[in-house]
């Protein structure tokens, strides 16, 4: 063996050494991905199905809050709509009656001087007399009668105030309870000026049937909020994934039951009844 060769065979030894050291190296960092992902209570996943959970939570406590509000505030609006009505009617009997009672007085003068005259004069009949007499304790009693029921409807009025003074108050604090929901909703991304109406409810259901002319009928109605225009999602659950069928739209709402169309820019495939509905997949 000349020269060239031992170089050769040292040059392919350091090789060998060499390419032996990076395996042993690439082999010391490896790690297992898929451990990293599945593992319990750490993995990806398990992280992952936790963060998707709170953010259902929270939006759900959203839409609690919302309810709440809109519920206080119907309910202010009707109890501060019937006190402005009992207080404008307490207003005007009150007026009605101030006006007969002034009428009643100029009436009592115009008595009690008819009276004078008469008894001032010597040729009056004494049953005449006595009718003016009879008609001035009775325009006192109706008088008196009135004045009654001015004083009534006048407490009843200072009733009415005082209860709009409490309505006032009430006002206020949902004006507060509205301010803190309204800082709720922003955290959770809601927009008081978008309009929310198209926007279906958190709804989970099955279709029920398929009535033709690309029509189904579903498990869910407005019990569960849905209106006519929401578009829900459907799946079907085979293998333990969830595949993709198609989107639908209210046309039609009963309390436990819908009827929808079904969109066909959407469909992947014929609905079956028990295909999954709801208002967005996972």
């Known amino acids: 063996m000349n020269l060239v060769g ?45 963060a998707r959970a709170d953010n259902k939570a929270q939006a759900d406590e959203a ?30 009997e009150l007026k009605t009656l101030q006006a007969k009672e002034t009428d009643l007085e ?36 109706d008088r008196d009668a009135h004045f009654k029921e001015v004083v009534r409807l006048t407490d009843k009025l200072h009733e009415a105030e005082n209860e709009k003074e409490l309505l006032r108050k ?12 309204d800082q709720v909703l ?21 279709v029920t049937a398929t009535v033709g002319s690309g029509l189904v009928e579903i498990s869910i109605g407005s019990d569960e909020g849905l209106m006519k225009g929401h578009k829900l999602e459907v799946y079907r659950l085979g293998g333990g994934q969830n595949a993709y069928v198609g989107r639908i739209e209210v046309v039609r709402t009963e309390p436990s039951r ?16 028990g295909d999954r509905v709801a208002s967005k997949i996972e």
């Open 6 to 50: 031992r170089i050769f065979i040292i040059l392919i030894l350091v090789a060998s050494v060499f390419f032996m050291a990076v395996a042993m190296a690439v082999y010391a960092t490896h790690k297992n991905w898929r451990d990293a992902v599945v593992a319990p209570d750490v993995g990806l996943q398990a992280r992952l199905d936790k």
């Open 186 to 206: 922003r955290r959770f991304g809601y927009d008081k000026n978008k309009d929310y109406s198209n926007v279906p409810p958190t709804v989970d259901g099955v």
């Open 63 to 92: 839409a609690k809050v919302k309810q709440q509000y809109e519920a206080d505030k119907a309910a202010k609006d009707k109890i501060l709509a019937k006190a402005t009505t009992e207080l404008n009617v307490a207003q005007t």
């Open 258 to 273: 819908a009827v929808c169309r079904i969109d066909p820019k959407f469909q992947n495939s014929s609905m079956m009844v």
């Open 106 to 141: 100029k009436s009592e003068r115009q008595a009690v001087a008819a009276m004078n005259a008469t008894q001032a004069s010597a040729t009056i009949d004494h049953k005449e007399l006595q009718g003016q007499r009879t008609a001035g304790e009775e325009a006192r009693k």
């Open 170 to 181: 009430r006002t206020d604090d949902l004006a507060k309870d509205v301010a803190k929901a």
